[in-house]
Nanobody, 125 residues
Framework: VQLQASGGGLVQPGGSLRLSCAAS????????IAWFRQVPGKEREGLSC????????PYAASVSGRFTISADKAKNTVYLQMNNLKPEDTAVYSC???????????????????WGQGTQVTVSS
C-alpha cells in the first residue's frame, strides 16, 4: 500500500491550493481516506475524511467551510481543495487510509492503518 501526497507549495493568504493523495494497493471503496496536517512541535491534526461508500465527509472545525475533500475513484485519488488559506494553515499535509474516521465536536477521530509522506504548504505574503 502506498499513499503519496502532492500539490503543496507557497501561497499568499486568501489563496487556494488543491492537494492530491494518490493511493495504490487499496480500493477507495473499502477504506476511509483522511487528510491530516502537522506543525513541528504540535500533534497531528485530522482535517477531513472520505468514507466511501458512505457519502458523508466530516471536517474539523478549523477547516470547515474552507476545505473540501473529494475522490476520483477512476484515478484512485483523493483531493483536498483548500480555499481562503490563512498563515495558520502552514503545515506539512499528509493522507492516511484506515477503517474509521468521524468528526465529533469539531475534531476528527480516526483509526488509520497506512500513512503517506507529506507535502509542505506554506501560507505567507
Amino acid at each position: 500500500v502506498q499513499l503519496q501526497a502532492s500539490g503543496g507549495g507557497l501561497v499568499q493568504p486568501g489563496g487556494s491550493l488543491r492537494l492530491s493523495c494518490a493511493a495504490s494497493g487499496i480500493n477507495l471503496d473499502n477504506w476511509k481516506i483522511a487528510w491530516f496536517r502537522q506543525v513541528p512541535g504540535k500533534e497531528r491534526e485530522g482535517l477531513s475524511c472520505i468514507n466511501s461508500p458512505d457519502p458523508t465527509t466530516p471536517y474539523a472545525a478549523s477547516v470547515s467551510g474552507r476545505f473540501t475533500i473529494s475522490a476520483d475513484k477512476a484515478k484512485n485519488t483523493v483531493y483536498l481543495q483548500m480555499n481562503n488559506l490563512k498563515p495558520e494553515d502552514t503545515a506539512v499535509y499528509s493522507c492516511g487510509a484506515g477503517d474509521y474516521c468521524s468528526a465529533y465536536r469539531g475534531l476528527i477521530y480516526h483509526k488509520m492503518n497506512y500513512w503517506g509522506q507529506g507535502t509542505q504548504v506554506t501560507v505567507s505574503s
